[in-house]
């Protein structure tokens, strides 16, 4: 079978592959979108039910569509997220081909471009564009031994309480994946051990204004990297029952156990870290700094924003903290389940080309990597903070297009006397 030629093919059909048609499609750059699955796959069916954004809906969408039916300050349930990008490549009349697997990019032998196979033929490209997402494969890090009486799971298979064998839970992790599961866990009436690492817990809002503004209005969206130190730092975030600040202690006031991190595990018992305070404490000063940049903010420009005392008030620490476990035993606290929170990877094992570091990871800047005409799309950090959030893909798929746009000038010069000759044949 011929293959099928396209100037740029994009691989995925998630918010970045939609971003991307969006761009190429105004350049009038010809592309096709090739996604193994539906569009925005993974917010269907590799999140939990109850998922809603972590920003409200004013924030988090694409500037060229509004969601319908929800208030600029409400959290978008996850069906919904994934109806408005399937939504808006209707809208942009978005190339996306669905159900198509691409399972290998290589270079062409000796000639620009590459060969792009698929579950569906094989295509040629002179551009590729990986948009396969920043959260691929669920990381799950070798403590507790598969055989081990204990149902493991990672976040990414959690679906909702009823799901899980009657019992305690071990959620290992506490970012806003493993925060928002084990406060649900708790409040269907289980007993819940959360496992807390080093995290950074902003205010939901703050004098009136969602985090998410304050990170805008702060620069702190556009950071270009993660601070020094910061790198195994997660964000312990919620747009969950409207939107609420994760506060540690409260949920331990709830019922809930804090442990520190999970280290090890023998004979049936989970060994934890003695970290517990400092993580928590690190979380409170995370808290603080954003609160005191944001009064500084405030009275730097002389904004009329209500003041709120409330947000600096610390509860007492619970008994989980002052008496920290080091270790549970699996079967006599009847823990049944471990759901580990505990992030993803990525695989790039189908693409064949010279985009990758020593390590083996993407070697690129802003997305343009280091093989001409191959670049990434969504990944963390990819030119800044919001590189993986919904409204930050957009801007780094702008950039992408204008790049693979000027690329396109220079591939289609063909000097002077060419040029001329075209000019004379039309006159
Ligand atoms: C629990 C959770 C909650 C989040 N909440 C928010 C939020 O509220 N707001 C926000 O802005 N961001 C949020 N994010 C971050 C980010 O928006 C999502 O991770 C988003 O799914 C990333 O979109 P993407 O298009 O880059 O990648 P993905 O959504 O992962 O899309 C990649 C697509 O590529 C397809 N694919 C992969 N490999 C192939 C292949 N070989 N061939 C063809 N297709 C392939 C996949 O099927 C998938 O559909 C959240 C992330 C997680 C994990």
Same mark, same amino acid.
């Given at each position: 079978?011929?293959?099928? #030629?396209?100037?740029?093919?994009?691989?995925?059909?998630?918010?970045? *592959?939609?971003?991307?048609?969006?761009?190429?499609?105004?350049? $009038?750059?010809?592309?096709?979108?090739?996604?193994?699955?539906?569009?925005?796959?993974?917010?269907?069916?590799?999140?939990?039910?109850?998922?809603?954004? !972590?920003?409200?809906?004013?924030?988090? /969408?694409?500037?060229?569509?509004?969601?319908?039916? @929800?208030?600029?300050?409400?959290?978008?349930?996850?069906?919904? %997220?994934?109806?408005?990008?399937?939504?808006?490549?209707?809208?942009?009349?978005?190339?996306? /081909?669905? *159900?198509?697997?691409?399972?290998? &990019?290589?270079?062409?032998?000796?000639?620009?471009?590459?060969?792009?196979?698929?579950?569906?033929?094989?295509?040629?490209?002179?551009?590729?564009?990986?948009?396969?997402?920043?959260?691929?494969?669920? =990381?799950?890090?070798?403590?507790?031994?598969?055989?081990?009486?204990?149902?493991?799971?990672?976040?990414?298979?959690?679906?909702?309480?009823?799901?899980?064998?009657?019992?305690?839970?071990?959620?290992? $992790?506490? *970012?806003?994946?493993?925060?928002?599961?084990?406060?649900?866990?708790?409040?269907?009436?289980?007993?819940?051990?959360?496992?807390?690492?080093?995290?950074?817990?902003?205010?939901?809002?703050?004098?009136?204004?969602?985090?998410?503004?304050?990170?805008?209005?702060?620069?702190?969206?556009?950071?270009?990297?993660?601070?020094?130190?910061?790198?195994? &730092?997660?964000?312990?975030?919620?747009?969950?029952? *409207?939107?609420?600040?994760?506060? @540690?202690?409260?949920?331990?006031?709830?019922?809930?156990?804090?442990? $520190?991190?999970?280290?090890?595990?023998?004979?049936?018992? %989970?060994?934890?870290?003695?970290?517990?305070?400092?993580?928590?404490?690190?979380?409170?000063?995370?808290?603080?700094?954003?609160?005191?940049?944001?009064?500084?903010?405030?009275?730097? !420009?002389?904004?009329?924003?209500?003041?709120?005392?409330?947000?600096? =008030?610390?509860?007492?620490?619970?008994?989980?903290?002052? !008496?920290?476990?080091?270790?549970?035993?699996?079967? #006599?606290?009847?823990?049944?389940?471990?759901?580990?929170?505990? $992030?993803?990877?990525?695989?790039?094992?189908?693409?064949?080309? !010279?985009?990758?570091?020593?390590?083996?990871?993407?070697?690129?800047? /802003?997305? %343009?990597?280091?093989?001409?005409? &191959?670049?990434?799309?969504?990944?963390?950090?990819?030119?800044?903070?919001?590189?993986?959030?919904?409204?930050?893909?957009?801007?780094?798929?702008?950039?992408?297009?204008?790049?693979?746009?000027?690329?396109?000038?220079?591939?289609?010069?063909?000097?002077?006397?060419?040029?001329?000759?075209?000019?004379?044949?039309?006159?």
């Amino acid at each position: 079978m011929a293959s099928k #030629k396209v100037e740029t093919l994009i691989v995925g059909g998630g918010q970045a *592959g939609v971003a991307m048609c969006e761009h190429l499609g105004k350049l $009038g750059i010809s592309h096709v979108a090739l996604e193994r699955s539906r569009i925005a796959e993974r917010w269907r069916s590799e999140r939990w039910d109850s998922l809603v954004a !972590n920003g409200p809906a004013w924030h988090d /969408r694409f500037p060229g569509l509004e969601f319908e039916g @929800f208030g600029q300050d409400d959290f978008v349930p996850k069906e919904a %997220v994934a109806a408005y990008f399937e939504r808006y490549a209707e809208m942009i009349d978005a190339p996306i /081909r669905c *159900g198509v697997e691409v399972t290998e &990019v290589r270079k062409k032998d000796g000639a620009r471009g590459f060969v792009v196979e698929t579950s569906d033929g094989t295509y040629e490209a002179n551009s590729v564009i990986a948009a396969t997402g920043p959260f691929q494969t669920p =990381v799950i890090p070798p403590v507790i031994p598969a055989e081990a009486p204990v149902t493991q799971m990672h976040s990414s298979a959690y679906r909702n309480p009823a799901q899980l064998e009657d019992g305690a839970v071990l959620v290992v $992790g506490a *970012g806003s994946s493993g925060v928002q599961i084990a406060d649900e866990l708790m409040k269907s009436g289980r007993k819940v051990y959360l496992s807390v690492g080093p995290h950074d817990r902003p205010p939901r809002s703050y004098r009136g204004r969602d985090f998410v503004w304050w990170l805008g209005v702060l620069g702190l969206w556009d950071a270009p990297a993660m601070e020094p130190g910061k790198e195994h &730092v997660t964000i312990a975030v919620s747009g969950a029952e *409207g939107g609420k600040t994760i506060d @540690f202690r409260e949920l331990a006031a709830q019922g809930m156990t804090l442990v $520190g991190r999970t280290n090890s595990y023998s004979d049936g018992k %989970v060994m934890f870290g003695t970290d517990l305070v400092a993580n928590v404490d690190g979380g409170d000063t995370d808290h603080r700094a954003l609160l005191d940049a944001a009064d500084a903010y405030i009275a730097r !420009n002389g904004l009329d924003l209500p003041e709120e005392p409330s947000a600096r =008030v610390k509860r007492p620490d619970p008994d989980c903290m002052t !008496n920290p476990l080091s270790e549970l035993d699996l079967e #006599k606290a009847e823990v049944k389940t471990v759901i580990w929170s505990t $992030g993803f990877g990525q695989d790039y094992s189908w693409l064949k080309v !010279n985009a990758f570091d020593a390590d083996g990871k993407p070697a690129h800047q /802003r997305g %343009v990597s280091t093989e001409d005409g &191959v670049y990434f799309l969504g990944l963390p950090w990819l030119s800044r903070r919001g590189s993986t959030f919904i409204w930050g893909v957009w801007h780094d798929a702008k950039y992408i297009a204008d790049h693979i746009a000027t690329r396109l000038t220079y591939a289609h010069y063909e000097g002077t006397e060419a040029e001329d000759a075209r000019k004379a044949a039309s006159a």
